[in-house]
């Protein structure tokens, strides 16, 4: 009976020395500090008391604010930017580039003198001479001569009745859904459009380099016409660089605009709308004041610095290490949108010091930025006595 006792020992200690020295440790789950982000003190905006407004900005999502009417409302020559960007989708250019020779005709004479006895926009005209796709779209963008917006859908579609069907599907695949039109100019009432379609509107211009560039232009000479100034008084006025105006008796004073501020370390582009102002001078000064408050309701907020401790580990065995920030990480956030973080980090056993554990996610109204996460210290396998004492730490 001893020898067996004896050998039943062996063999059980045969079993249990290699599976306790060599089993896996059971994984260690880190343990999360706790984040928060500074509070932002609220800014009121200084919106005006009529009309319709509204102001974006590129990197996010939707509208951030919105005053007064949110029906659509006739935009008047607002509407042109819908046609050049129309045109350079069916007949697009490069950067840089004037695009094909248009003939200028006695067909578009006609259309000067039916603009002229409307009391639209206009520019001057003269039969026999060509202009290439690009002076008419400056001609269009910052004289907003009515009778080239014509010209130019005359030559890219054959007929304003033909251009009006595709510009209406252009906006339907743009997500411009409470936006209609009448004509190519904007004179028709009939062209009508929500503030909130008109900021996305802005976002999609900036977005063309080439309709960016002509609606920050404030002068210009075109061959055969001679030298044309942008209707918008406000360009290169604290920062503002475009966006359209527009005019008419059902509209109003109106402006499509945007404007470069730098906020913190990094330049956040503002696009808004007004519309159904008395005039352009008071308008204007309504989108100053409204400018002052929006840019002061951007700011810059560190999510986390390089180092930042995050989490940390803790073993049963005695091995602890912090979990840490790969990178110094901020970003621009609109007066009080709420800033959240989420930890992810790996359950680990024996690991190396530098180790990708985690990640550390921060929402940012809508947004998603993402850091990586490190460990300080490598964590050590406790080694055979431990492991032979700690039997319920295994497998």
Same mark, same amino acid.
């Given at each position: 009976?001893?020898?067996?006792?004896?050998?039943?020992?062996?063999?059980?200690?045969?079993?249990?020395?290699?599976?306790?020295?060599?089993?896996?440790?059971?994984?260690?789950?880190?343990?999360? !500090?706790?984040?928060?982000?500074?509070?932002?003190?609220?800014?009121?905006? +200084?919106?005006?008391?009529? %009309?319709?407004?509204?102001?974006?900005?590129?990197?996010?999502?939707?509208?951030?604010?919105?005053?007064?009417?949110?029906?659509?409302? #006739?935009?008047?020559?607002?509407?042109?930017?819908?046609?050049?960007? &129309?045109?350079?989708?069916?007949?697009?250019?490069?950067?840089?580039?004037?695009?094909?020779?248009?003939?200028?005709?006695? #067909?578009?004479?006609? *259309?000067?003198?039916?603009? &002229?006895?409307?009391?639209? +926009?206009?520019?001057?005209?003269?039969? %026999?001479? !060509?202009?290439?796709?690009?002076?008419?779209?400056?001609?269009?963008?910052?004289?907003?001569?009515?009778?080239?917006?014509?010209?130019?859908?005359?030559?890219?579609?054959?007929?304003?009745?033909?251009?009006?069907?595709?510009?209406? @599907?252009?906006?339907?695949?743009?997500?411009?859904?409470?936006?209609?039109?009448?004509?190519?100019?904007?004179?028709?009432?009939?062209?009508?459009?929500?503030?909130?379609?008109?900021?996305?509107?802005?976002?999609?211009?900036?977005?063309?380099?080439?309709?960016?560039?002509?609606?920050?232009?404030?002068?210009?000479?075109?061959?055969?016409?001679?030298?044309?100034?942008?209707?918008?008084?406000?360009?290169?006025?604290?920062?503002? $660089?475009?966006?359209?105006?527009?005019?008419?008796?059902? !509209?109003? #004073?109106?402006?499509?605009?945007? !404007? @470069?501020?730098?906020?913190?370390?990094?330049?956040?582009?503002?696009?808004?709308?007004?519309?159904?102002?008395?005039?352009?001078?008071? *308008?204007?000064? $309504?989108?100053?004041?409204?400018?002052?408050?929006?840019?002061?309701?951007?700011?810059?907020?560190?999510?986390?610095?390089?180092?930042?401790?995050?989490?940390?580990?803790? /073993?049963?065995?005695?091995?602890?290490?912090?979990?840490?920030? /790969?990178?110094?990480?901020?970003?621009?956030?609109? #007066?009080?949108?709420?800033?959240?973080?989420?930890?992810?980090?790996?359950?680990? +056993?024996?690991?190396?010091?530098?180790?990708?554990?985690?990640?550390?996610?921060?929402?940012?109204?809508?947004?998603?930025?993402?850091?990586?996460? $490190?460990?300080?210290?490598?964590?050590?396998?406790?080694?055979?006595?431990? $492991?032979?004492?700690?039997?319920?730490?295994?497998?």
């Amino acid at each position: 009976m001893t020898v067996f006792g004896g050998l039943a020992v062996l063999v059980g200690a045969g079993f249990y020395l290699p599976m306790t020295l060599l089993a896996p440790l059971t994984p260690v789950a880190a343990s999360v !500090a706790e984040y928060s982000v500074p509070a932002q003190e609220p800014v009121e905006l +200084s919106f005006p008391d009529f %009309g319709s407004t509204a102001v974006g900005a590129i990197g996010f999502d939707g509208t951030l604010a919105v005053s007064g009417d949110t029906k659509p409302v #006739a935009i008047a020559s607002i509407t042109k930017v819908i046609t050049v960007l &129309v045109v350079l989708d069916a007949k697009p250019i490069k950067t840089g580039e004037e695009g094909p020779d248009i003939p200028i005709t006695q #067909a578009d004479v006609a *259309l000067w003198h039916k603009q &002229v006895a409307q009391n639209g +926009s206009v520019a001057p005209v003269r039969s %026999g001479i !060509a202009l290439t796709e690009h002076e008419l779209m400056e001609l269009i963008l910052v004289k907003s001569a009515n009778n080239y917006s014509e010209t130019l859908v005359n030559w890219a579609f054959g007929s304003e009745k033909a251009y009006l069907p595709i510009a209406r @599907d252009w906006l339907v695949e743009n997500g411009l859904n409470d936006t209609s039109l009448a004509d190519s100019t904007g004179f028709s009432p009939g062209n009508r459009s929500t503030s909130a379609d008109l900021v996305e509107l802005g976002k999609i211009a900036l977005g063309d380099p080439i309709v960016s560039a002509i609606v920050d232009t404030k002068t210009e000479t075109v061959p055969d016409i001679g030298p044309i100034k942008n209707t918008n008084d406000l360009l290169g006025v604290e920062g503002i $660089r475009g966006i359209k105006t527009g005019t008419t008796d059902d !509209a109003g #004073a109106c402006l499509l605009f945007a !404007a @470069d501020y730098t906020v913190g370390k990094q330049t956040v582009t503002i696009v808004g709308v007004m519309l159904g102002g008395d005039n352009h001078p008071k *308008l204007n000064e $309504r989108i100053r004041a409204l400018l002052k408050t929006v840019k002061s309701s951007f700011h810059e907020v560190t999510l986390a610095t390089e180092g930042q401790i995050v989490a940390s580990y803790s /073993t049963s065995w005695g091995d602890n290490s912090d979990v840490v920030a /790969t990178e110094t990480s901020s970003t621009v956030i609109w #007066a009080q949108t709420p800033v959240t973080a989420l930890v992810s980090t790996d359950k680990i +056993s024996v690991q190396k010091k530098g180790a990708d554990v985690g990640e550390l996610d921060f929402s940012v109204g809508g947004r998603t930025i993402t850091v990586p996460l $490190r460990l300080v210290s490598t964590i050590d396998d406790p080694g055979p006595w431990w $492991r032979l004492t700690n039997p319920d730490e295994l497998f």
